[in-house]
């Protein structure tokens, strides 16, 4: 899996999602080879391979076991993960949207990764316990239309997407569609406090903390719910309730494009060529999941804007873990923590491809980008809750 020997690195967490399947034996080798995967032989894996155009090579047993001798070494920063079983995978998002629409869908579908498209009734219906990973589209939970109004109130799009939200909401037996959706996020809130991996990109990540945080009181302005906000509503939140975030300010102008402080979009200063940020280095064998997280055939990845592109590092809680940043601008681009026995990683930006993506931009071709180091973060999250877990020290 590093950048000489492997052609489609996306595509290659497909063939180990498809050997675990099957039932064939896997590790997951840390640090070694760009984060290689040793899967026991079996033709049918080798003929998937070819298939689908990924790189691999078959070795000996002696051969196999000289290199797990070597990672086990004290000396070497590396470790061999038991990959147990597939993940079932539910991807929560509108049924009209399109795959392209969202980063995730595109590029498990791109790797050949099964998943199941769920959204509010299914979630309010406690089906997501029958997931062990969970991944949220773009979604706004606040209940403020992704706070497009004041670009896009007057097309089409926007006024039908609002309709059905309103529908959906009282045929659910809601008054608004912002009190739906934070019982939406209050239920997949328990999903992870009960064993649940979500992970979460773009404004997915920050409108589902200020909802959580902003449980009892009113932010949304007359246009998006029909009544006034709770007054001195800042005063009143409770970030007490949120998984990463602290000390934000929600944005009031409800023309504004953008939900809170915490996002970086227009604080950033840095021009596209220079854009990059860089994956920490963490133990192995201590710290294996951050490890898995990061796994990668480049330490440098490029950045890429979103509706809420990174997080400012004034704005993160102190239990968690920044997997990835941006340190001249002082700014989080992916970060991990853990909420009662479940884990969630919050990755900005909206297409690692598509460093500008808009409205009504075309899809990102992922045929032109099968090696991409953005992308491959993406599919560390849908592998990882696959390992065997080791008990934690204390």
Known sequence: MSNEN???????????????????????????????????????????CKVRGVSFEIISDAKAQIILEEIASPSSNKDAVNLEKA??????SPKDKMPWDDAVTLVLTYAE?????????????DKLVTYEWLHL???????????????????????????????????????????????????IKEYVIGGGFMFAMCSATDSFDIALSAEGIDI?????????????????????????????????????????????????????????FSLGEFSAKWDPVPTMLTQNHTVLVKGFMGQTTSFDRNTIKSNVLVLGENKVNREAR???GTK???????????????????????????????????????????????????????
């Open 6 to 48: 492997q052609k489609n690195h996306l595509k290659a967490y497909g063939v180990v999602y498809f050997s675990l399947e099957a039932g064939l034996k896997s590790k997951w080798l840390l640090n070694h080879d760009g984060g290689a995967f040793l899967i026991e032989n079996n033709k049918i894996v080798s003929n998937e």
């Open 87 to 92: 993940p079932k995978i539910a991807v929560y």
């Open 113 to 125: 990764i099964p998943f199941d498209v769920i959204y509010d009734r299914e979630v309010l219906d």
């Open 137 to 187: 589209h773009h979604e706004d939970f606040t209940g403020q239309y992704g706070r497009f109004y004041g670009a896009f109130r007057a097309e089409p799009w926007y006024i039908e997407n609002k309709r059905n939200a309103e529908k959906l909401a009282s045929e659910l037996g809601f008054e608004k569609v912002s009190l739906q959706k934070l019982a939406v996020a209050k239920k």
């Open 220 to 276: 949304a302005e007359t246009m998006f719910d029909g009544d006034g906000t709770t007054p001195n509503y800042q005063s009143l939140i409770d970030y007490k309730k949120t998984f990463a975030f602290k000390n934000y300010n929600v944005i009031r102008n409800p023309l504004t494009y953008e939900f809170s402080s915490i996002d970086m979009t227009s604080k950033r200063k840095i021009p596209k060529t220079s854009d990059y």
């Open 334 to 336: 992916y970060i991990h």
């Open 340 to 394: 009662g026995k479940g884990m969630f990683t919050f990755y900005g930006g909206h297409d690692p491809e598509d460093y500008t993506h808009r409205v009504g931009d075309p899809k990102t071709a992922l045929d032109l980008h099968p090696t991409s180091p953005g992308y491959r973060l993406i599919l560390n999250n849908v592998l990882f809750p696959a390992a065997k877990k080791k008990k934690q020290k204390t």
